[in-house]
């Protein structure tokens, strides 16, 4: 779940940061032991309102941002010039805001560091290392193709989502015209025909005869049990629960942590490549693990303090997969492992796409087999009276 929280650092101030936490007392302690005061922890509202709440466009923000810079604006003017072109009052605020800041005589960095809300950890930790060798832009461009690639890899398991919900959607909604409305209609004609009916059929259509009388109430019911699912699944502690049980999962917890772990490894290796050195790169990417990784990225953490290589100290803390453990050495010895973890990433995104198409190739006949079947024998009990109707009278 995704708090609000305001915290104060001692040479930094207030500022407000948007965090990723399964409840408010990870959030405390994980910022206690970074050093900080927490002031307020607001959990931050889902639903149709805050979806259609405006995002600040931070890679176009971004890409504009390095346009200017590269044809010979400074910093401060090429804000300026995006703060003058833009047309939605939020975001020439947000820019106004981080010159205010800069001209108080607080660098870039810690200027996007206070507006946290439009601006992820990682892209302040960006920019804090191309201050110190001044390459500002090729960083910004870093930034634009790391998330390039994850809203690539996102998009991809989106698009994969799409027809087997727009499936049970179909089939949900057929399903329930059929109990709703036909199997009503068909109980009231078999009711003044006096037969005996199959025991199945007979169970459909006493649940017919019960929609016809009680209809609103059902209604009501079904209503009222869609609104419990969708309360309970706002709460922090259900959505955790589920979490536990996907990671539990055999198959499903391992691809989640796969893709957990390419997303870790693409992050990091984009700070090393800034110049960020391992331990604090480390920290500043933990808050993207889940909390069944985090822990472990603590625990490679101590390890490299205590003089560990970064292989080992992975191994230690589980962050690791056979390929990774290999290429991370292989990046030890030839001293690049920024890159090699980018490869590791991507390496593990596609491993990830293959068994996403492969899982959707399989799910997806699955799931029409089933709500055909689901659909015919409705349809097979609701006419077997009229079939044995038609043998008897052959």
Known sequence: MRYRVKT?????????????????SEIASRLQREGAQVISITAERSGLLAARRARFPLLLFTQELIALLDAGL?????????????????????????????????????????????????????????????????ALARFVGYQNQIDTVKKKVLSASIYPMLLVGVGTLVIGFLLAYVVPRFATVYADSGRDLPWMSQM?????????????????????????IALALAQPATRAALTRLAWRTPAIGEHLRTFELARFYRSLGMLLVGGIPIVSALGMVSSLLSAHLRAGAATAADAMRRGESISAAFALGDLTTPVAARLLRVGEKSGRMGEMMERIAIFHDE?????????????????????GLTIGLIVVLLYMPIFELAGSIE
Do not use: C
């Open 8 to 24: 104060l650092r001692p040479g930094s101030g207030v500022a407000t940061l948007t965090v990723e936490a399964l409840d408010e």
């Open 74 to 138: 400074t910093l401060t003017e090429a804000l300026e010039t995006l703060a003058e072109k833009e047309s939605r009052p939020e975001s020439r605020q947000l820019i106004d805001r981080l010159l205010n800041t800069m001209r108080e005589g607080r660098p870039f960095s810690a200027a996007l560091a206070a507006q946290s809300e439009a601006f992820p950890p990682l892209y302040a930790a960006t920019v804090r290392a191309a201050e110190s060798t001044g390459d500002l832009s090729p």
């Open 204 to 228: 459909l259509l006493n649940w017919g005869e019960m929609v016809e009388a009680h209809g609103g109430w059902i209604a009501l019911g079904v209503i009222g049990f869609f609104a419990a």
């Open 351 to 371: 491993e990830m796409a293959r068994w996403v198409d492969w899982f959707t190739r399989l799910f997806e006949p699955l799931l029409m087999v089933f709500i």
